[in-house]
């Protein structure tokens, strides 16, 4: 049976185009999963490798979908092979329990896992430098300015959480929180 795998990191990130790829590559039932490749608890996949026998092919997309180190994933492949299972990576081709295979399937591994560890660098190295500017602000950028909340602030005197929500479209949570803060600002400067 032709068993397929395919996984994001993140629930934002999209499957389709690995299940699309999948399912042209004939596999009769895929296993998919949204969780990053650095947890070891990945549950469709430990499912999928409990269903696996003899003379089954594991297909994925790209190694990494596997695997995001080079240790895991000589681990899973040559667990594979001794069970007897095909592995078939789309985009490097069928992957052989022979030295040369076994050879080619590490230094793919440790590419990836290097691929990997110059991005992290990299997204660390941009942090460092955004970390040096005084607007400097962590997470994800506010969706409304200072003026359009207190804009809000200012219409709930004379209506509901409802009206200013549908006047201004921010959300009643939104408004109780920065009405809160507004009230401790308040305290915080009359001591």
């Given at each position: ?91 490097v081709g069928l992957l ?96």
């Open positions: 049976m032709k068993y397929g795998y395919a996984r994001v990191s993140t629930v934002h990130q999209d499957l389709e185009s690995q299940l699309q790829a999948l399912t042209a590559e004939g596999c009769e039932k895929i296993y998919q999963e949204k969780v990053t490749g650095t947890r070891m608890d990945r549950l469709a996949l430990q499912k999928l490798l409990s269903e696996l026998k003899e003379g089954d092919t594991l297909v994925v997309t790209k190694l990494d979908r596997l695997a995001r180190n080079t240790r895991e994933g000589i681990d899973v492949i040559e667990g594979l092979f001794n069970m007897g299972v095909r592995v078939h990576v789309l985009n052989e329990n022979t030295t040369l295979g076994r050879f080619f399937l590490t230094t793919l591994l440790a590419v990836a896992e290097m691929e990997r560890n110059i991005i992290i660098e990299r997204t660390q190295e941009g942090k460092a430098i955004a970390k040096q500017r005084d607007d400097f602000r962590e997470g994800r950028p506010k969706k409304f300015s200072k003026k359009q909340i207190q804009h809000a602030l200012e219409l709930l005197a004379n209506n509901s959480y409802k009206q200013v929500e549908e006047m201004t479209r921010i959300s009643k949570s939104t408004l109780i929180r920065a009405k809160r803060k507004q009230s401790v600002e308040k305290l915080d400067n009359q001591l």
